[in-house]
Nanobody, 115 residues
């Protein structure tokens, strides 16, 4: 059974940092591309960052230079280091994986950035 659980969210002042973690039970984790998404009320979920099985990364323009995605294949975890946070980064953050055309999501973790 595929499970993903995010942690590390919270309340932080603008300019601060948070590190999100996603603990997974994904089979053959090292072969999977992983993504971090975020969603605000009334809006669609948007891709924030992704990391391939080989470690290549990609970021939304809005977070480039501030966020860093990484992975630990031995522990089956993926991370999102978020620096220089802005109020507009406030959202529920989700990690996700696609396996055999099925999408799997964690329950999300709330990030709130105060101005």
């Amino acid at each position: 059974q595929v499970q993903l659980v995010e942690s590390g969210g919270g309340l932080v002042q603008a300019g601060g940092s948070l590190r999100l973690s996603c603990t997974t039970s994904i089979p053959i984790f090292s072969n999977r591309a992983m993504g971090w998404y975020r969603q605000t009320p009334g809006n669609q979920r948007e891709l924030v960052a992704s990391i391939s099985s080989t470690g290549s990364t990609d970021y939304a323009d809005s977070v480039k230079g501030r966020f860093t995605i990484s992975r630990d294949n031995a522990k089956k975890k993926v991370f999102l280091q978020m620096n220089s946070l802005k109020p507009e980064d406030t959202a529920v953050y989700y990690c996700a994986v696609q396996i055999w055309n099925s999408d799997y999501w964690g329950p999300g973790t709330q990030v709130t950035v105060s101005s």
